[in-house]
């Protein structure tokens, strides 16, 4: 059994973080997702922007999103 360190939903690993009830979250590809619900594990997450002027939800981004 090969376990890299990053967490997969099909396969649960030791030391598997909880979820945060305050952080709901539906990308199941980062690495800080629940797996089994759709909330993110981190303490806090940081919120940010890829435009100048954001005017819709669209422009914003986790930028603490990371990559399963």
């Known amino acids: 059994l090969l376990v890299t360190g990053v967490q ?4 649960p690993i ?3 973080m909880e979820k945060n009830s305050s952080i709901k979250c539906s990308v199941q590809q980062c690495k800080h997702h629940a ?11 940081q919120v940010g922007t890829h435009e100048a002027n954001p005017t ?3 422009c914003t981004d986790c930028q603490s999103f990371v990559l399963k």
């Open 14 to 16: 030791l030391n598997v």
């Open 8 to 11: 997969t939903c099909a396969l």
């Open 35 to 45: 797996c089994s619900e759709n909330y993110c594990t981190l303490d806090a997450i």
């Open 56 to 58: 819709v939800v669209e």
